[in-house]
């Protein structure tokens, strides 16, 4: 059973558009929400992450919206470039028993120049 | 800075052998976890360790074991393996209540 849902499984954004991948969770007891990425070849690396005590987070070009309520978060890619080809992978964990990470079964954006 | 190494990129067995895969931290992390990757199903977690010669069963722990006899190094056993233990697998280790897992390259399995 799928603790963390993730969608779409891919992606085509031309450069310069903005590339957006969605997550929904059930298990309201999760308290931080990371976003992996991973070029093919490597091993996922921790992109941006929120906590569910603010709405949005903003790093460079990448934005994660938290809406709690709803369950969902989701990543905002802005100026999207073919260097951010790669898988992305949202997670939901509960910190404090020990950091098991959910991941969601993956996006693969391809952006195209 | 961290460094999770996996001891293969690639890997070929046959059905019914034993496989052996290491992973090593450099960071003194307390926290090891063992992923296999598959397209459309995402990561899932097979094993993980809090400590020395702890092991906790993650979603899919049928058909593997682990071990950990040293902080930094955790390995995964396919006791038998299969056909349908291709895939490709992850490890990632943090420190105990951190947030951040940090994954190694991954180690591709081919089981013939």
């Known amino acids: 059973q799928q603790q963390v849902k993730q969608s779409p499984q891919s992606l085509i954004v031309q450069k310069g558009g903005i590339s957006i991948i969605n997550c929904a969770y059930e298990n309201t007891a999760f308290d931080y929400f990371p976003w992996y990425q991973q070029f093919p070849g490597k091993g996922p690396a921790l992109l941006i992450a929120i906590r569910p005590d603010v709405s949005e987070k903003k790093e460079g070009r990448f934005t994660i919206s938290f809406n709690k309520s709803a369950k969902q978060f989701s990543l905002h890619i802005m100026d999207s470039q073919p260097g951010d080809s790669a898988t992305y992978f949202c997670a939901a964990s509960i910190v404090n028993t020990g950091n098991q990470f959910y991941f969601g079964t993956g996006t693969s954006l391809t952006v195209i120049p | 800075d961290v460094k999770v190494t996996q001891s293969s990129r690639y890997l070929v067995k046959r059905t019914g052998e034993k496989v052996f895969l290491e992973c090593v931290q450099d960071?003194?992390?307390?926290?090891m976890f063992w992923y296999r990757q598959d397209p459309g199903l995402g990561l899932r977690l097979i094993y993980f360790s809090y400590d020395v010669k702890m092991k906790e069963k993650g979603d899919i722990p049928e058909g593997y074991s682990v071990s950990r006899e040293k902080k930094e190094r955790f390995s995964l056993i396919l006791e038998s393996a299969s056909t349908n233990q291709t895939s490709m697998y992850l490890c990632a280790s943090s420190f105990t209540w951190a947030e951040t897992q940090y994954f190694g390259p991954g180690t591709r399995l081919l089981v013939l």
């Open positions: 960071m003194d992390h307390e926290n």
